[in-house]
């Protein structure tokens, strides 16, 4: 498993914007696929976005279409989520994660490693 640390979450307006990242500890961080996962209050855990080990293939919740960018640096064993035109309703906890795998998954339980989470609040 690599261990993952989020940072960037924050409180901001509607229509506002913030960029996450998660840092990886592994010097395996471009064999994982990694993903974006968010959980808002009393919802359960649901997919945002996801990206394959080279970054040239990527996967988004209809939700976040548009708005939502994913990348990658694996020089930097870092992955980002560049969130625009932020809504009230995509305040959650934020969290990222890693899956030993050549394909993309956006379930929950495609995916063996998590970070601690970060909070995104959006104020309308």
């Known amino acids: 498993q690599v261990q993952l640390v989020e940072s960037g979450g924050g409180l901001v307006q509607a229509g506002g914007s913030l960029r996450l990242s998660c840092a990886g500890s592994?010097?395996?961080?471009?064999?994982?696929?990694m993903a974006w996962f968010r959980q808002g209050p009393g919802k359960e855990r649901e997919f945002v976005a996801a990206i394959n080990r080279s970054g040239d293939s990527t996967n988004y919740a209809d939700s976040v279409t548009g708005r939502f960018t994913i990348s990658r640096d694996n020089a930097k064993n870092t992955v980002y989520l560049q969130m625009n035109s932020l809504e009230p309703e995509d305040t959650a906890v934020y969290y990222c994660a890693a899956r030993w795998a050549l394909t993309i998954s956006v379930v929950v339980t495609g995916y063996d490693s998590w970070g601690q989470g970060t909070q995104v609040t959006v104020s309308s």
């Open positions: 592994e010097r395996t961080f471009s064999n994982h696929v």
